[in-house]
């Protein structure tokens, strides 16, 4: 209605000049006639662009001529418009709808082998394997030392002897070893192309980051737990142990749990935990006594999340071991060992930076640590192997 009220004192006002100007052509003064008659022009075109509106306004509400408001874009739009704003999504609903996409948003979207652009959040998802991790890296005790240092262990080994009046005791020495930590470079590295990054999938490049150092830190854990020493941290399953520490499991039975029980030091006993896979736990949990209760149990934490104990000891666990079924005859399979005696030593933290591939005009997300690890003290962890056929 407001738009009509407009128009029709354009209306009245367009007429009125040209009111004037018939009386200034009766007078006799002198007239600019070619700029009179260019004012007359426009003012007639203009007096038929608004008739025409009117008329056009009137049979859509008597239901003459159908019609779709589309939406103009608030701000102006380039050719690299933004496919995920809320206005070319609008647009493209339109678009789906109805077949009409506003001239503004079809110059940028269009290609000549499509009639629209499918909005990026249309795609907006990424679609990820859940993976466990970071469940072993805070248990370790890290240090942050330039590569090279070296850590002193004492192997004490001192006894007191009863001796006669006036006599004295053997002197003794304590016996010092160390461990130097060297310093294994682990990076990753993602390229995201031009392409890719020009289509602002929004999704995809803030996940990037994220996954970098999730890579960098599950081959952290991984080498923590089976790392060969060979150009990466040593990991524990990879160290040498007494054989009364190394513990065939043939069965899941009672016996056996009290076998690897037996084997780990009382000077151990309050810190040590057992790690291994879901699957291999889920094994020993379906062991029974002899009156067919259950030996392991699952508690529901405070966090309403399950705890799970053999033996009354907490289990961590962990896919970079293999299952009791997958792993080889004679291999470890899990093992039972105070975390705190493994030292992680990063000479470089982790640096994440992005830069651009002057050759590709690829965007490569790059992160870089310096790290090596090692077990200290060993002479509490048991190792729990599949026996040889």
Not at 42 to 49: A, G, I, M, V, W
Not at 252 to 265: G, H, N, Q, R
Not at 368 to 379: A, I, R, Y
């Amino acid at each position: 209605m407001r738009c009509n009220k407009l128009d029709n004192k354009r209306l009245e006002e367009i007429n009125a000049r040209k009111i004037e100007i018939r009386k200034s052509l009766e007078d006799d003064k002198e007239v600019n006639f070619e700029a009179v008659k260019k004012e007359l022009e426009d003012l007639s075109k203009e007096e038929n662009e608004i008739r025409n509106r009117q008329d056009l306004a009137k049979k859509i509400n008597v239901n003459e001529v159908s019609a779709k408001e589309i939406e103009k874009p608030t701000e102006e739009r380039s050719m690299n418009m933004d496919l995920d704003s809320m206005e070319y999504r609008k647009a493209f609903m339109d678009y789906v709808q109805s077949g009409e996409m506003a001239q503004e948003y079809r110059d940028s979207a269009l290609t000549k082998n499509n009639a629209a652009v499918i909005p990026v959040t249309v795609l907006n998802q990424i679609v990820e394997k859940m993976e466990s991790y970071g469940n072993i890296l805070p248990l370790v005790s890290t240090l942050s030392y330039p590569a090279g240092v070296s850590v002193p262990v004492s192997n004490m080994g001192i006894t007191a002897t009863w001796t006669a009046e006036g006599a004295g005791s053997e002197k003794q020495g304590a016996a010092t070893t160390s461990f130097t930590f060297g310093a294994y470079k682990l990076q990753c590295r993602v390229g995201v192309s031009m392409e890719m990054h020009v289509k602002a999938l929004s999704a995809f490049e803030a996940a990037i980051i994220n996954n970098v150092s999730k890579a960098m830190v599950k081959a952290i854990e991984q080498a923590i737990v089976s790392g060969d020493g060979a150009a990466k941290p040593k990991g524990i399953t990879t160290e040498d142990v007494d054989a009364s520490r190394k513990i065939d499991v043939a069965k899941f039975d009672y016996k056996t749990l009290t076998s690897i029980e037996s084997a780990v030091p009382a000077a151990y006993d309050a810190t040590s935990v057992y790690c291994m896979n879901k699957k291999t736990y889920m094994q020993f949990a379906g062991m029974t006594d002899a009156q067919g209760q259950p030996i392991a149990r699952v508690n529901m934490g405070i966090s309403g999340q399950p705890e799970r104990t053999l033996y009354g000891r907490t289990v961590v666990l962990t896919d970079y071991l293999p299952s009791y079924d997958a792993v080889e005859a004679g291999q470890t399979f899990g093992f039972v060992f105070d975390f705190s005696n493994y030292v992680l030593n990063t000479g470089y933290d982790m640096n994440v930076r992005q830069y651009v591939d002057e050759e590709t005009d690829d965007t490569i997300t790059k992160a870089t640590m310096l790290v090596d690890g090692k077990v200290v003290d060993n002479n509490g962890l048991v190792l729990l192997v599949k026996p040889s056929k």
